[in-house]
Antibody, heavy 124, light 110 residues
């Protein structure tokens, strides 16, 4: 059974870089059918998509965060990672990693697997 | 920018009664392939979001058949035929191409 698990610091100082990793177990991250994404839930904005990556390294970033976001994949470790730079209190959120199929294909099947989420607080 | 709206934002429900949530997109979600690229998710208290409906009307695996999705273009509806206590939480629609979520509808038991 596929499982996703987020890990990383729960506290980040303002202006620093938030870094999280999602470990995929129960399937290979190199599955050609799936993309791997990061989503966050903030008190003020609800759910917000951050970006996605394919195992080949192709990425999609939401425009409002694009200048600060880097998502990478490590197929040897079956993990993918998020870096968000120059964080402020507005980046305090629960961060989720998730799996989805191609957004533009007739075989799209939704964001069907989610991690349990990890809380990140931005504070000095 | 795409704007997703949902109504109502808060929905008190009575177990056993039906419930309905509306989602509207500022741009059509109907693709040239005939599919409407809209999802519905439920985030129960203390849990991660879970997929309910994809491509506007397809129930995800394991989702009870009391949940149904309909609509096309810019107007969509999620219906619960008979609400159960376990259905409480925040429901989100999502514009798939841009991964834009609606603001959410909080469903709670009266």
């Amino acid at each position: 059974q596929l499982q996703l698990q987020e890990s990383g610091p729960g506290l980040v100082k303002p202006s620093e870089t938030l870094a999280l990793t999602c470990t995929v177990s129960g399937d290979s991250i190199k599955s050609s059918a799936y993309y791997w994404g990061w989503i966050r839930r903030t008190p003020g904005m609800g759910l917000e998509w951050i970006g996605s990556i394919y195992y080949s390294g192709n990425t999609y970033y939401t425009p409002s965060l694009k200048s600060r976001v880097t998502i990478s994949v490590d197929t040897s470790k079956n993990t993918f990672s998020l870096k968000l730079s120059s964080v402020t209190a507005a980046d305090t959120a629960v961060y989720y990693c998730a799996r989805h199929t191609s957004r533009s294909s007739p075989w799209y099947r939704g964001v069907d697997v989610w991690g349990q989420g990890t809380t990140v607080t931005v504070s000095s | 920018d795409i704007v997703m709206t949902q109504s109502p934002r808060s929905l008190p429900v009575t177990p056993g009664e039906p419930a309905s949530i509306s989602c509207r997109s500022s741009q059509s979600l109907l693709s040239s392939n005939g599919y409407n690229y809209l999802d519905w998710y439920l985030q129960k208290p203390g849990q991660s979001p879970q997929l309910l409906i994809y491509l506007a009307s397809n129930r995800a695996s394991g989702v009870p058949d009391r949940f149904s999705g309909s609509g096309s273009g810019t107007d969509f509806t999620l219906k619960i035929s008979r609400v159960e206590a376990e259905d409480v939480g925040v429901y989100y629609c999502m514009h798939v191409p841009l991964f834009t979520f609606g603001p959410g509808t909080k469903v709670e038991i009266k």
